[in-house]
C-alpha cells in the first residue's frame, strides 16, 4: 500500500513537471554497442513473424515503447520493404527520470533523430484511437509485481482492457505481435487473449543469433481477419 502511494506521487510529479535535461547524447560505449545489437534483434524478430508489409502509407504503433532505443531496428525492417510509412510509439511513463536527470521522452528524441516520419507519444494507449496496420507490444505488463516495480501506479494496472483496446485499433487483416518475458508471463497473456476470445498463434520461445536476451522471450501473433 505504501509502496503504490509513492508510485502514485513520483508518477504525478513527473508527468505534471515534465522535467528533464535536454540534448541527450549516448556515449557509454558498451550501451551503444548493445543498443546496435539490440536493434538487430528487433528487426530480425519483426522478420521472422511479421507478414512483409507491400502497401504503402501504413501505420505502425509501439506499444510501451519506454525510451525506445530499438526504434531503428522497427524502422529498418519496414524501410527495406515500402517507402512510406508512420511509426509511433507510445510510452505511459514517458517522463521517467533516469540518473543522469534524463527523462525517457528526451532519450527517445535521440535514439528516433534522422528516421523520418516516427512519433514518440506520451499518454495511455487507451487514449489512442488511430488505426494501425501493424501493432508492436514488447513485455506488456500482466503481472502486478513488474508493474508496480517499475513505479507504476496500480491504477494504472488493467492488462486486460489494454488488450481488448490494442486489438480495436488494429486494422482488419492487420498483425500484433506481443512478446512476454518468461514461462508464466506467456501463460498470463495466453490466457487474456483466451478470455478475449482473440485469435492468435502461439510463437513459442523467440530467437536471434544477434542478441540473447537473460530471460527467455515468447511471443504471439494475432492476425485480425
Known sequence: MLE?????????????????????????????????????????????????????NIK???IGCKNWFYAKGEHEFFSEHINKFQLDGVELDAYRLYSNLYSRYEVAKYYTKGLQNTNYIADNLLNI?????YIIW???FVLV??????????????PEALLKHAYSILEQNGEMLIINQGKIEEEVQKTLLDKLNIKYTQLGELK?????????RFGFLIKKV
Open 138 to 140: 514488447f513485455l506488456p
Open 145 to 158: 509485481e513488474p508493474h508496480t516495480y517499475w513505479g507504476l501506479p496500480k491504477k494504472y494496472f488493467y
Open 4 to 56: 503504490d502511494l509513492k508510485n502514485n506521487i513520483d508518477f504525478f510529479i513527473r508527468n505534471k513537471t515534465g522535467f528533464s535535461r535536454k540534448n541527450f547524447i549516448e556515449k557509454n560505449h558498451n550501451l551503444i554497442e548493445r543498443n546496435k545489437l539490440e536493434n538487430l534483434y528487433t528487426k530480425d524478430i519483426l522478420a521472422q513473424n511479421f507478414s512483409k508489409p507491400t502497401e504503402e
Open 129 to 133: 484511437t488511430t488505426k494501425y496496420n
Open 60 to 62: 505502425i504503433l509501439d
Open 208 to 216: 536471434s543469433s544477434y542478441f540473447e536476451y537473460k530471460y527467455q
